[in-house]
Each structure stands twice: as structure tokens, then as C-alpha cells.
């Protein structure tokens, strides 16, 4: 459980989550989690929108402390609505991470991310150098 804390502390600022070290660090998640695979998936099936579970994960807590320490607390129907908005934009597919947790009621935190995707021979897939962080 400490390595857990630990991991998120590593992404603070000042006692805050910095959203580009935790961009950073999902993205590193990402492709050791083999979520590559998944994403290539919904790709293939046409998905326009990609949604991931992120519960119970170190990553997920560090969205859950970002979308609350920033006041980015949003619906999921907001969530969803703005990343339908954003279908339009080439090059991405928006990805929407959601975190679920019950403790006297349930909760549902969301943000959405844009997931770099290229066409290879009228193909969509995953633009994995840019995942990675290059160009």
C-alpha cells in the first residue's frame, strides 16, 4: 500500500497533482499495462469512444485527487458530451477514464483524454510514437 501512495506523491506539485507529470505517468501505465492491445481492439470494432475503468488503481487515484484538487468534478454525461464534440478532431480518439467507488453512496468520477491515432492503408490505429511521448 505504501508504494501505492508513494507512486502518487511522486506526481505532486507543491501537495497538488500536477496534470502533466500525471499525463506523464499514464501514458507510462498505458503501454506497461499492455492497454495498447485494448485500445487497438476498440479500434478495430469502430469505436469512436473509448472508455477505460481505472478503479482501484494507483493512476486512477491520481485522476480522482486531479479531478477533485482542480475542481474539474464533472458528469459523466458532461464527460461524454464533450467528447463527443471533440469526434471531429483529427488525429485523436477521445478516451474516457472513469473512476467508480462506494462509500456511503456511489460515486462516479470521469475526465476524458485525446488518444493519438493515425491511418495506415484506410486504417485508424493507435499513433504509438506519439503515446510515447514522440513525434
Avoid: W
Avoid at 477505460?52 to 458528469?75: D, M, Q
Wanted: glycine share 6%.
Amino acid at each position: 500500500m505504501r508504494s501505492f501512495f508513494h507512486k502518487v506523491s511522486k506526481l505532486e506539485i507543491n501537495g497538488y497533482v500536477d496534470f502533466g507529470k500525471l499525463e506523464e505517468e499514464f501514458r507510462k501505465y498505458f503501454l506497461d499495462t499492455n492497454l495498447v492491445d485494448k485500445i487497438n481492439k476498440g479500434i478495430e470494432q469502430n469505436a469512436k469512444i473509448l472508455f477505460f475503468n481505472l478503479s482501484y488503481t494507483y493512476v486512477g487515484f491520481a485522476f480522482e485527487r486531479y479531478i477533485v484538487e482542480s475542481g474539474k468534478r464533472t458528469s459523466l454525461q458532461k464527460c461524454l458530451y464533450d467528447s463527443i464534440q471533440e469526434l471531429s478532431e483529427v488525429g485523436f480518439l477521445p478516451l474516457v477514464l472513469y473512476l467508480s467507488r462506494v462509500n456511503i453512496k456511489h460515486n462516479l468520477e470521469s475526465i476524458y483524454l485525446k488518444v493519438p491515432v493515425k491511418i495506415e492503408q484506410d486504417r485508424i490505429e493507435l499513433d504509438r510514437a506519439s503515446m510515447q511521448g514522440y513525434k
